[in-house]
């Protein structure tokens, strides 16, 4: 049953009279829940004494491990070891794509057009910085 984690999604399961709920995660596609599966868990449904909430509560636990395990299995698929980089080492942002010198020449090159929206109490505030105080 799609439809997400409202206490409805549980309710239609337990008046479908299923046995089985869970999560899965899929390949993204233009179609809500169309693309392939990548991984599924599941908990059993007890017809008997199940309301929306108590499955719910069985349900929601497995979603985070099944994001992890979708993403660990994205990271061999794309040829990295879960933990470690191309050759087993840390990940660095060159092995996800990202150039710093080229995200720092961005900020270098957007700096004069930001700094024309500075306002009054932002005197102090630096684009490409970590944080701000800001005196309103």
């Known amino acids: 049953h799609a439809g997400g984690m409202a206490p409805a999604v549980h309710q239609a399961v337990i008046d479908a009279g299923e046995t089985e709920s869970g999560c ?15 991984v599924q868990k599941s908990v059993k449904v007890d017809l008997g004494t199940e309301t929306a909430e108590s499955l719910k509560a069985k ?14 299995g994205h990271i061999v698929k794309v040829g990295l070891s879960p933990g470690g980089g191309a050759k087993g080492g840390a ?46």
């Open 24 to 38: 899965t995660i899929h390949e993204v596609t233009h179609v809500v829940d169309g693309g392939p599966i990548v």
């Open 59 to 72: 349900v929601q636990p497995l979603e985070g491990p099944a994001f992890v395990e979708a993403i660990e």
């Open 91 to 136: 990940i660095s942002y060159a092995d996800a794509g990202v150039s710093i010198d080229e995200g720092n020449r961005l900020v270098d090159l957007i700096k004069p057009a930001c700094k024309s929206t500075r306002r009054a109490g932002c005197e102090t505030a630096d684009l490409g910085g970590f944080g701000g105080l800001f005196d309103l």
